[in-house]
């Protein structure tokens, strides 16, 4: 089967596009708007995308024919908090994406504790493995959605109790939560372990 892309709209071609490319990180973010509201939601179209400063990426899409409350608080305020969140959080995580005016806090509606940032003006998730103060470096719409590539360097790490060992993440104590297509997540399943490159299998 071949499937013309070009036929398609945006729509088909998002449920299309969102079960090819799984699984997917999620980043749960935090921003606060410019009247002190601490926003909260779930992107999974990220990434990391540089190492020195180290990058991550969050594509963001349109709210009809304005911006999310997420990208129109890191336009304005220039500071984000992206978290990882394990399998155990998907109910709340999942439940953030709920299209609330800007003046409602998903993160206070859900009783979600927060903690401050040392750098950033948003809050952090009291119960995130992983948070990361990020700052805005690079910003531009993309596609015929006018999705919003928000581009943020990464200036301070946030680890949980044990989740970083010797300057590594253990994935399998950090349990991360991933995205598929539609409603459905999924967690760690097998990890495989193989041999470096150029190195034989023991």
């Known amino acids: 089967m ?42 999974s179209h990220f990434t990391f995308v540089a190492p020195k400063p180290p990058m991550v990426a ?3 899409g349109r709210k009809g024919e304005g911006m999310k ?3 129109r ?19 709340p995580l999942h439940t953030s994406a709920m299209d609330l005016p800007p003046e409602t806090s998903e993160a ?8 401050p940032c040392n750098e950033v003006k948003p809050p952090r998730l009291a119960d995130a493995p992983i948070a990361m103060e990020c700052r805005l ?5 993309l596609g015929d959605t006018r999705n919003r590539l928000i581009i943020g360097e990464v200036i301070l790490l ?6 970083l060992q010797d300057g590594k993440i253990d994935t399998r104590k950090l349990d991360p939560l ?25």
């Open 2 to 43: 071949i499937v013309d892309t070009r036929e398609l709209s945006a729509d088909a071609c998002y449920k299309l596009m969102t079960g090819v490319v799984v699984p997917r990180p999620i980043a749960w973010v935090t921003t606060v708007s410019s009247a002190g509201v601490v926003n909260l939601a779930p992107f």
């Open 58 to 60: 969050i594509s963001i």
């Open 69 to 71: 409350d997420t990208a």
């Open 73 to 91: 608080n890191i336009l304005d305020n220039e500071e984000f908090v992206v978290h990882i969140a394990r399998s155990s959080q998907v109910a």
């Open 108 to 115: 206070e509606l859900l009783g979600l504790a927060m903690l």
């Open 137 to 141: 470096r690079h910003s531009m719409e």
């Open 158 to 163: 946030h680890f949980a109790e044990g989740i």
């Open 178 to 202: 991933c995205r598929l297509a539609g409603p459905h997540y999924a967690s760690l399943g097998e990890i495989l372990t193989l041999p470096p490159i150029g190195q034989p299998a023991k």
